[in-house]
């Protein structure tokens, strides 16, 4: 069973930054992918940005040149630098790892997400 754990939400005006940190307990696979996904009220969850199985970095259009996903391997926890943050950024950001039970998969550029946080709020004021 793995559980992954975010941190590092708050409220922030636009053109500041936040550093988001997902760590994970149990068994972590890392030719796994792992990423983020973000949520707003009455809309999907969508990704964000990924580690493939084999550390390929892939970003959502809407964050390309402003977020940085980053690993520490040795911890298995996951980052992701916020830059230049608008209020569109707003949102309740959750860590995601590949595998999990399928009730709770969900596929983003061939990773199949089914381990999820709790998820952590971003708030971006104008």
């Known amino acids: 069973q793995v559980q992954l754990t975010e941190s590092g939400g708050d409220s922030v005006q636009a053109g500041g930054s936040l550093r988001l940190s997902c760590g994970s307990s149990g068994h972590m696979d890392r030719r796994y992918c792992m990423g983020w996904f973000r949520q707003t009220p009455g809309k999907e969850r969508q990704g964000v940005a990924v580690f493939d199985s084999d550390d390929t970095i892939r970003y959502a259009d809407s964050v390309k040149g402003r977020f940085t996903i980053s690993l520490d391997k040795d911890s298995n926890t996951v980052y992701l630098q916020m830059d230049r943050l608008t209020p569109e950024d707003t949102g309740t950001y959750f860590c995601?790892?590949?595998?999990?039970?399928?009730?709770?998969?969900?596929?983003?550029?061939?990773?199949?997400?089914?381990?999820w946080g709790q998820g952590i709020q971003v708030n971006v004021s104008a």
């Open positions: 995601a790892a590949e595998g999990g039970p399928r009730s709770k998969w969900k596929l983003w550029n061939q990773c199949m997400f089914g381990y």
